[in-house]
């Protein structure tokens, strides 16, 4: 048999010499080389699936810095994210409700900045039961608010709720340590791609208690989740990617007064 080289592509269609013999008008295999999905790999597809995830959870720790997308589902609405992280904090965007604003963390500080657009809705909702009948001069009042707040980092008071609920989006190890975890039976779902990236899938009972594709290249970082119960997709990558993160200028900070709206 001729020896494969080991610098053969892996996209190469056949990995040996494929005999076919047609006796009496049948198709026989006479001979046939199969191709190792996990040659050339860092050899954890060769894993179980609960090895796997552990493998995973400490390449993620590793690092300090990842960029996670996507979309989480929670408590019935759904955010999209697109977020820079490391230990200090992180930033990047949030869309929910139609409406996208940046989020900052710093520490424990924690930033907002939208549009005037944002803020005047925002506003508007927050003070809807107070405003019914009030006529134009509240709603005058309103965009006045919501331009002095327009493309500022407002910062978020550590007692409102809504801190509660964003501090999450910006923390590395809040958002991994619950990520990455699949619920159910785990076992392995067969060797994929991840753009451009090969990878090996694992699942929690079947795939109803979440997806999960582990990178086959370099450290095996987590590359995509699909969360259990439909709860959302994301997808990771810049692991290690280093970038820069400070808090913003005092003549572009302003501290909310009271607390922000809910919605």
Do not use: Q
């Given at each position: 048999?001729?020896?494969?080289?080991?610098?053969?592509?892996?996209?190469?269609?056949?990995?040996?010499?494929?005999?076919?013999?047609?006796?009496t008008g049948m198709a026989l295999t006479g001979c046939s080389e199969e191709v190792d999905p996990n040659e050339g790999?860092?050899?954890?597809?060769?894993?179980?699936?609960a090895e796997i995830q552990n493998r995973t959870r400490t390449a993620a720790k590793s690092v300090d810095t990842v960029r996670l997308h996507g979309n989480v589902v929670t408590s019935g609405r759904t955010y999209t994210l697109d977020m820079r992280?490391?230990?200090?904090?992180g930033i990047g965007s949030v869309t929910a409700g139609g409406q996208t604003f940046r989020l900052l963390k710093v520490d424990d500080e924690l930033f907002l900045k939208a549009d005037a657009k944002f803020w005047g809705q925002a506003n508007g909702?927050?003070?809807?039961?107070?405003?019914k009948g009030e006529g134009e001069g509240e709603s005058a009042s309103d965009a006045a608010a919501a331009g002095k707040l327009a493309e500022k980092y407002v910062k978020v008071p550590e007692g409102d709720p809504s801190y509660k609920k964003f501090i999450g989006f910006a923390d590395k190890d809040v958002l991994l340590?619950?990520?990455l975890t699949l619920h159910g039976t785990l076992a392995t779902d067969g060797h994929h791609e991840q753009g451009g990236v090969r990878s090996i899938r694992i699942t929690g009972d079947k795939?109803?208690?979440g997806t999960l594709d582990v990178s086959l290249e370099g450290?095996?970082?987590p590359l995509r989740l699909v969360r259990a119960g439909k709860a959302g997709t994301l997808s990771f990558s810049a692991?290690?990617?280093?970038?820069?993160l400070e808090k913003p200028a005092e003549d572009e900070t302003l501290d909310y007064e009271g607390q922000l709206p809910t919605s």
């Open positions: 048999m001729t020896p494969i080289s080991p610098g053969r592509s892996r996209t190469a269609t056949l990995a040996g010499a494929v005999c076919v013999l047609l006796v790999t860092n050899g954890v597809g060769k894993l179980s699936a992280l490391k230990p200090e904090g909702r927050a003070g809807e039961d107070g405003a340590n619950g990520l795939g109803s208690g450290k095996p970082y692991w290690g990617a280093d970038f820069a």
